[in-house]
T-cell receptor
Framework: EAQVTQNPRYLITVTGKKLTVTCSQN?????MSWYRQDPGLGLRQIYY???????DKGDVPEGYKVSRKEKRNFPLILESPSPNQTSLYFC????????????FGQGTRLTVV | KNQVEQSPQSLIILEGKNCTLQ??????????LRWYKQDTGRGPVSLTI?????NTKSNGRYTATLDADTKQSSLHITASQLSDSASYIC???????????FGRGTSLIVHP
């Protein structure tokens, strides 16, 4: 079954404690991306990757890092989380042309206290 | 600045009725427009994808239209069901860019 898997689904952490949210896809997609979703603001892109070792900033990259060492994995790293990063996060993947269906993960609800 | 505006912000209809959601965009140059359905707390699921040359695309009871001249799209839902209750998101990607522009969504509630 084609899917994008995020872990964890829920996470509560304290300010400043580094964390990583993992994302894995099984469709051999080149393009992967991370979004955050906040009430009233909709989905906003954090980072995207066109392929292995190719990453670029989206609309709201501040405070986040990503890496793409393997095609299937695209982890999101928060080096020093702050309360304003409390949000619902989604990972997504699609083919490089962007003209096929994009698949989203189940979401990770992060709370930073 | 690229923008995608959706209307209405929220909509309540009775089961079995039809409804139409609107999406206006200023993204340029245009590459493609997608409609997604997002159930509460879950990831968006793609309904349709349309390019510049496509005017209409259907997916079951969902029919999307695109007018690239006026930069408007609509999503028509026929014979609504309770399971249609969700947020519907319009997303436009510009040519040469890999950063999609998302609308804020229309929240649809279908009552029995």
């Amino acid at each position: 079954e084609a899917q994008v898997t995020q872990n964890p689904r829920y996470l509560i952490t304290v300010t400043g404690k580094k964390l990583t949210v993992t994302c894995s896809q099984n469709m051999n997609h080149e393009y992967m991306s991370w979004y955050r979703q906040d009430p009233g603001l909709g989905l906003r892109q954090i980072y995207y990757s066109m392929n292995v070792e190719v990453t670029d900033k989206g609309d709201v990259p501040e405070g986040y890092k990503v890496s793409r060492k393997e095609k299937r994995n695209f982890p999101l790293i928060l080096e020093s989380p702050s309360p304003n990063q409390t949000s619902l996060y989604f990972c997504a993947s699609t083919t490089s042309t962007g003209m096929t269906e994009a698949f989203f993960g189940q979401g990770t609800r992060l709370t930073v206290v | 600045k690229n923008q995608v505006e959706q209307s209405p912000q929220s909509l309540i209809i009775l089961e079995g009725k039809n409804c139409t959601l609107q999406c206006n965009y200023t993204v340029s140059p245009f590459s493609n427009l997608r409609w997604y359905k997002q159930d509460t707390g879950r990831g968006p699921v793609s309904l349709t994808i349309m390019t510049f040359s496509e005017n209409t695309k259907s997916n079951g009871r969902y029919t999307a239209t695109l007018d690239a001249d006026t930069k408007q799209s609509s999503l028509h839902i026929t014979a609504s069901q309770l399971s249609d209750s969700a947020s519907y998101i319009c997303v436009v990607t510009s040519g040469g860019s890999y950063i999609p522009t998302f609308g804020r969504g229309t929240s649809l509630i279908v009552h029995p």
